[in-house]
Structures are given as structure tokens and as C-alpha cells.
């Protein structure tokens, strides 16, 4: 009588063969790790994103493939061998180096333990990653945009609160019973009072932006190193 106990590997065969297609083609990166780091398994995609191919990395130490990483996640692949437990990261910031130059990218990813046997333990490592350099981009951009919005808010409101404060002061100038007048580091008014503008036979609009030998030709040369004496040294002069 023929044995009709069924052969359970033929049987496995054709749906681990789509699986290993499967895993092959999915659009994320990735791998697996033996104990000692070596790539055991790796994805088309995996390949795309260390522009290796398959053949060039099977068997090699993960970072002789990722110069400049070693640093950033031996420590965290240690940690799941000695624990047996995954790790998640989310928008993990990852530097390597290509080609001699820094690239910054940001990835989610999970390092899941392998256990086959349960009596050996754990006896590789499944990385499974998604590269979300774009999206972090993109929201990194949201933030500056929105910091630099707040400080246009911030200083639109100083520069209110500065033209208040102006516009009262020379209110209150206005009505002094006193010539009064502002001029800048380069001798050009910036305000007059009306008692001033009086004062000097003319209407304030007629002072206020020009300058000082424009309006009282002559008095760059007769009260000009007074006033500079002022201005570079802060302090008032009385005559």
C-alpha cells in the first residue's frame, strides 16, 4: 500500500516561493541580520536605497555597506539580540556617508528578533524600515515657516507699539511751549514741532528729512561740531 502520508515540504514549497517574491518586491527596505551582523536576506528595495545589488551585500558585515552608522545603531541591534525584544524608532535621524559625503536621512523602522529555535534563542535580526526623509522634510519647512511667521507677528507688533509710542511723544512735543527738534547721527531732522518750524521761519514739513544746512544754510559750519560733540559722546552741551 502506497504511503499516503502527505509530503508536508512540497506542499510548503509553493507558498514560501510567493512569500520570498513577496518580500522581495514590497516597497520598503528590508533585511536580515545573522548574531554577527552580516546580511543574511535583503530586499530589492534594501538594495536600491545602499545602490547595492543583492550579490554585492549577502554575506558581508552590515557596515562595511554603511560606512559612518556604526555608532548610531550597533548599540540598539545589541539590545535586541541580549533582550530578545524589537525596537521601534520613528523618524530616526541616520547619517552614513557616499561617495566621501554626509547624508542626512530620517527613517521609521523596526528591529524585530529572529528566534527559530526556541531552545538556541535569538539567532539574527529583522529590519524592516520606510524612509521618511521627505516627510520630515516637509514638516521640518512647516516649522520654519511657522517660526518665521511668528516673528513677522512679533515684530509687526513691536513696530506698532514703537509708531504708538512715537506718535504720542510728539503729540505731547507738539503742544511744548518750547522750539523743539530731533536730528540724526547725520544731521538730517527727523521731527519738528510747529514752535520750532515757527521759530525758524518755516512749516515743519518744510524741515522734517532734510538736512541740516538745507534747511539753516550755514549752520553745519557754525553749530555742527557742537552737535557731533553731542552725538559722539551723549552727554549735552549748554552755551
Same mark, same amino acid.
Given at each position: 500500500?502506497?504511503?499516503?502520508?502527505?509530503?508536508?515540504?512540497?506542499? =510548503?514549497?509553493?507558498?514560501?516561493? %510567493?512569500?520570498?517574491?513577496?518580500?522581495?518586491?514590497?516597497?520598503?527596505?528590508?533585511?536580515?541580520?545573522? #548574531?554577527?551582523?552580516?546580511?543574511?536576506?535583503?530586499?530589492?528595495?534594501?538594495?536600491?536605497?545602499?545602490?547595492?545589488?543583492?550579490?554585492?551585500?549577502?554575506?558581508?558585515?552590515?557596515?562595511?555597506?554603511?560606512?559612518?552608522?556604526?555608532?548610531?545603531?550597533?548599540? =540598539?541591534?545589541?539590545?535586541?539580540?541580549?533582550?530578545?525584544?524589537? %525596537?521601534?524608532?520613528?523618524?530616526?535621524?541616520?547619517?552614513?556617508? #557616499?561617495?566621501?559625503?554626509?547624508?542626512?536621512?530620517?527613517?521609521?523602522?523596526?528591529?524585530?528578533?529572529? @528566534?527559530?529555535?526556541?531552545?538556541?534563542?535569538?539567532?539574527?535580526?529583522?529590519?524592516?524600515?520606510?524612509?521618511?526623509?521627505? #516627510? @520630515?522634510?516637509? !514638516?521640518?519647512?512647516?516649522?520654519?515657516?511657522?517660526?518665521?511667521? !511668528?516673528?513677522?507677528?512679533?515684530?509687526?507688533?513691536?513696530?506698532?507699539?514703537?509708531?504708538?509710542?512715537?506718535?504720542?511723544?510728539?503729540?505731547?512735543?507738539?503742544?511744548?511751549?518750547?522750539? &523743539?527738534? %530731533?536730528?540724526?547721527?547725520?544731521?538730517? %531732522? #527727523?521731527?519738528?514741532?510747529?514752535?520750532?518750524?515757527?521759530?525758524?521761519?518755516?512749516?515743519?514739513?518744510?524741515?522734517?528729512?532734510?538736512?541740516?544746512?538745507? &534747511?539753516?544754510?550755514?549752520?553745519?559750519?557754525?553749530?555742527?561740531?557742537?552737535?557731533?560733540?553731542?552725538?559722539?559722546?551723549? !552727554?549735552?552741551?549748554?552755551?
Amino acid at each position: 500500500m502506497a504511503d499516503e502520508t502527505p509530503d508536508i515540504a512540497a506542499g =510548503l514549497a509553493v507558498p514560501l516561493r %510567493y512569500f520570498a517574491q513577496l518580500v522581495r518586491h514590497m516597497p520598503s527596505p528590508y533585511m536580515v541580520l545573522d #548574531r554577527d551582523f552580516n546580511y543574511v536576506e535583503a530586499n530589492d528595495a534594501y538594495c536600491r536605497s545602499t545602490e547595492s545589488s543583492r550579490d554585492e551585500i549577502i554575506g558581508r558585515y552590515v557596515f562595511d555597506t554603511l560606512p559612518g552608522t556604526e555608532d548610531q545603531i550597533e548599540g =540598539l541591534l545589541r539590545g535586541v539580540l541580549e533582550t530578545g525584544e524589537p %525596537y521601534q524608532a520613528t523618524n530616526f535621524k541616520y547619517v552614513y556617508t #557616499r561617495d566621501g559625503q554626509e547624508v542626512v536621512t530620517y527613517w521609521d523602522f523596526i528591529y524585530h528578533p529572529l @528566534v527559530l529555535d526556541p531552545a538556541v534563542g535569538v539567532e539574527g535580526i529583522l529590519v524592516l524600515a520606510h524612509d521618511t526623509s521627505k #516627510r @520630515v522634510e516637509q !514638516e521640518q519647512e512647516r516649522e520654519r515657516h511657522a517660526v518665521v511667521l !511668528e516673528r513677522e507677528k512679533t515684530f509687526a507688533a513691536q513696530a506698532e507699539a514703537i509708531a504708538s509710542q512715537k506718535a504720542f511723544v510728539e503729540r505731547i512735543l507738539d503742544t511744548m511751549p518750547a522750539g &523743539v527738534a %530731533y536730528l540724526d547721527r547725520d544731521l538730517v %531732522y #527727523r521731527f519738528s514741532n510747529p514752535l520750532y518750524a515757527r521759530f525758524i521761519g518755516k512749516r515743519a514739513d518744510e524741515v522734517v528729512d532734510r538736512y541740516l544746512d538745507d &534747511v539753516l544754510p550755514g549752520a553745519v559750519e557754525q553749530v555742527g561740531p557742537w552737535l557731533r560733540q553731542v552725538i559722539e559722546t551723549a !552727554e549735552p552741551f549748554e552755551n
